[in-house]
């Protein structure tokens, strides 16, 4: 299994609503990774977890939170979100001692 | 600071051509660098990847070649498919910052049949 499974595969939020995105995978990866995606330019770095321990903030808004409640789980909780976040949002997990990344399909989130 | 430089933004090559992407990158310290294949609303798919003790390495009809003096390593696709259209990212990566990828710019690769 080379998967990195995104849910929900689309979501529309209002700017009031709470969300949250699901990642999971079952290749015993020990780093996962939210990046951000806007249309027409490369993945940008959101958060590192590092065997469950958050290793990496590239200085995100507090209105993005994530949450690692396992190896094989990653979410990212989203509150008050603001129009400018509506993006394609990826998770990636790789081997802790190796840099092959594997992405998810992403989550097209629209802000309403 | 775009630590990854990438050209050019878009490429359009013939059924059966080459195309050619090429990267440049400012940090010595990087020592991983992959190159993914996007699809409209899919995620990025590593296609390849070289590290710098090599200076070529070939995959199919994918081939990175990597030219650690003058900082840059380039994507040949050989004998390029209508299925080849997508966009290629060029990334660098290193251990010591987590393993987390810097991505290039992008390169929109359409092939025409």
């Known amino acids: 299994d080379t998967e990195v499974t995104q849910t929900p595969k689309h979501l529309v939020m209002g700017m009031t609503n709470k969300k949250s995105l699901k990642c999971e995978q079952h290749?015993?990866?020990?780093?996962m990774y939210w990046y951000k995606q806007k249309a027409k330019k490369p993945p940008e770095l959101m958060f590192v977890?590092?065997?469950?321990?958050?290793?990496i903030n590239e200085s995100v808004p507090s209105r993005f939170s994530p949450e690692c409640p396992n190896s094989s789980l990653l979410n990212l909780h989203l509150h008050a979100l603001q129009p400018e976040d509506s993006a394609l949002y990826l998770c990636?997990?790789?081997?802790?001692?190796?840099?092959?990344?594997?992405f998810g399909q992403g989550t097209r989130l629209t802000v309403v | 600071q775009q630590q990854v430089k990438q050209s050019p933004q878009s490429l359009i090559v013939q059924k059966g051509g080459i195309s050619i992407i090429n990267c440049a990158y400012e940090?010595?310290?990087?020592?991983?660098f992959p190159w993914y294949q996007q699809f409209p609303g899919k995620g990025p798919a590593l296609l390849i990847a070289?590290?710098?003790?090599?200076s070529e390495k070939k995959e199919g009809r994918f081939t990175i070649s990597f030219n650690k003096s003058a900082k840059q390593f380039s994507l040949h696709i050989m004998d390029s498919q209508p299925g080849d259209s997508a966009t290629y990212f060029c990334?660098?990566?290193?251990?010591?910052?987590?393993?987390?990828?810097?991505f290039g710019g992008g390169t929109r690769v359409l092939v025409k049949p």
């Open positions: 990636a997990s790789t081997r802790q001692e190796n840099t092959e990344a594997f």
């Open positions: 940090n010595t310290a990087f020592d991983y």
């Open positions: 290749m015993g990866h020990r780093a």
């Open positions: 990334a660098a990566s290193m251990r010591a910052a987590g393993n987390k990828l810097t």
């Open positions: 070289i590290r710098p003790d090599v």
């Open positions: 977890y590092s065997y469950e321990k958050l290793s």
